[in-house]
Nanobody, 124 residues
Framework: QVLLVESGGGLVQAGGSLRLSCTAS????????MGWFRQAPGKEREFVAAIAKSGITTYYKDSVKGRFTISRDNAKDTVYLQMNSLKPEDTAVYYCAAQRLYSGSSYAEEYDYWGQGTQVTVSS
């Protein structure tokens, strides 16, 4: 079973940047497609970005394209989410997730393992 641990969340002003990290253990990281999701208070969890097992192909929610960048380092068993030009509407708990069978899915139910989440708060 893969264990995922996120870090890097925090409080930032609008227009600022944060980089989230998610480190995996207890599994072969390169065999998993990875994704980032977020959940704001009172809202459903939503897809943010995903990256293929090789790291070559990436996928994004439309509202974060051009602002967020997902990347992975298979040697470090870590996936990253670089978030620039942050907006108050980006405020949420951000989760990383791993999927075995698919790569780049935007559907939460297709992910097998989840981290505990890290809070991102963007002040206006």
């Amino acid at each position: 079973q893969v264990l995922l641990v996120e870090s890097g969340g925090g409080l930032v002003q609008a227009g600022g940047s944060l980089r989230l990290s998610c480190t995996a253990s207890r599994g072969t990281f390169s065999m998993y497609g990875m994704g980032w999701f977020r959940q704001a208070p009172g809202k459903e969890r939503e897809f943010v970005a995903a990256i293929a097992k090789s790291g070559i192909t990436t996928y994004y929610k439309d509202s974060v394209k051009g602002r967020f960048t997902i990347s992975r380092d298979n040697a470090k068993d870590t996936v990253y989410l670089q978030m620039n030009s942050l907006k108050p509407e980006d405020t949420a708990v951000y989760y990383c997730a791993a999927q075995r069978l698919y790569s780049g899915s935007s559907y939460a139910e297709e992910y097998d393992y989840w981290g505990q989440g890290t809070q991102v708060t963007v002040s206006s």
